[in-house]
């Protein structure tokens, strides 16, 4: 599919650039969260969509093809905007970028970053770019802001009744590969969830970190078994397939599957019939039940298995078992994982015990609605002249936008507040200007952000 900035926007923004007022020559927008499911908001993204579509400059070529297919579309093409920019800018957008460092947490309904056209002949530049950077933004940020909230709860269970705080970035592990709409969507959200955890199955993740943030091996895994390498081996054979398993990883930490038919039995077979081999083998067994309730589940599983394993006392005086864990990668979502965690509390044992692995819920389940993303026109600059541009509706006042040249700024008490550019030391720092990338973040600098 072609992914030329050109053709990358919405129907309807090819018939705008003569729909601003007579000589306009800037308009600055700005994106921001207005809300929603979370207070506050892991930003990321921004990077991955510069180096995708703004270095590289536009062609001749690519104008050619684009005029024939919007003309088709039934859409004005104004082919005099993108051949200026071609000859004057060498292909390159006139554009300005700035943006709060990524990884940053900032509160909802806050400025993230600020877009305006640096050359006055190329004032529609600016909305035109709104579909594809807001998408941009959106989705990492969201998936960012749900994996973060995620290991904001389980902190909280680690301070109650755990050992080992960095046992926290291994808690929740990405199962959402399979269950994302793309191979793109699985690397933007898979990369997303890197940033809080380092456990994921979303190959990916790995590359899109790679790629765009000059990550290395960004996120780990361990060897594990699914339901067809179980059941291939028969009912009657189901513990053989786990002892083979087993004998194949010595020395490792090994994720097995265990409800391919009684999790329960299961659970005792490990304890009775597989004790001596995991022993033998030195391995650490990670027991995964994928079906039931999950917090019953995980409850049970752990005190079938304690009472084969055995446990040691933690410092906070609870239950931490010997050579086996439970990981529960079914129906999880932040309430489910509060609830397992409340009640393996209330039974004595320590998070310590427990792995979590997300899908739909962590890379999926989110929309633009989540953090009720938008951007938004907020000033224009005419016949020399800057003039505050909002939306106010009558029917929806969440709705109502910012006005003024907005930017982020960052109070001596570590707050962020939103404000027009009279003050110095924006929290806004300039990322892309004018076809070059001005400041480049490594996918350790998000992570540190993001601490």
Known sequence: MNKSIILNSDSYKYSMPFQYPEGTEVVYSYIESRGGVWDKTLFFGLQAYIKEYLLNPITKEEIDFAEEIITAHGEPFYREGWEYILNEHNGYLPVIIKAVPEGTIVPTKNVLLTIENTDPKCWWLTTFLETSILRAIWYPTTVATNSWVTKNIIKYWVKQNGDDDSIIYYKLHDFGARGVSSFES??????????????????????????????????????????????????????????????????????????????????????????????????????????????????????????????????????????????????????????????????????????????????????????????????????????????????????????????????????????????????????????KLIKEYTFADVRKNAE
């Not at 899109?208 to 996120?219: E, L, N, P, T």
């Not at 609870?318 to 529960?328: A, G, I, P, S, T």
């Not at 393996?344 to 310590?352: E, F, H, I, N």
């Not at 000033?379 to 003024?404: C, L």
Request: proline share 2%.
């Open 186 to 435: 699985s690397g933007i959200g898979g990369a997303a969830h890197l940033i809080n955890f380092y456990g994921t199955d979303n190959v990916s993740g790995l590359l899109f970190a790679r790629d765009y943030y000059d990550a290395g091996i960004s996120g780990y895994s361990v060897p594990a078994m699914e339901h067809s390498t179980v059941t291939s081996w028969g009912r009657e054979n189901e513990y053989e397939s786990y002892r083979n398993m087993i004998k194949l990883n010595k020395g490792k930490t090994i994720s097995i599957v265990s409800d391919s038919y009684n999790i329960f039995a299961a659970c005792q077979a490990f304890g009775i019939i597989l004790k001596q081999d995991i022993i033998d083998n030195d391995v650490t067994l990670v027991v995964r039940p994928d079906s039931g309730k999950p917090s019953k589940i995980v409850e049970c599983c752990l005190k079938i298995l304690d009472e084969y394993f055995g446990h040691t006392i933690n410092e906070k005086g609870y239950k931490v078992l010997n050579n086996v864990r439970v990981l529960q990668g079914d129906g999880i979502d932040h309430t489910s994982i509060d609830e397992i965690l409340y009640f393996a509390d209330a039974a004595g044992y320590s998070v310590d015990n427990i792995l979590f692995g997300q899908g739909g819920a962590l890379l999926q389940q989110v929309n633009r609605d989540t953090l009720k993303f938008a951007m938004k026109c907020s000033a224009i600059k005419v016949n020399g002249e800057w003039r505050d541009v909002f939306k106010d509706p009558y029917t929806d006042p969440g709705k109502s936008s910012k006005k003024g040249r907005v930017t982020l700024y960052k109070d001596k008490d570590g707050t962020y507040h939103s404000g027009v550019e009279d003050w110095p030391n924006s929290a806004l720092i300039t990322i892309y200007e004018n076809g």
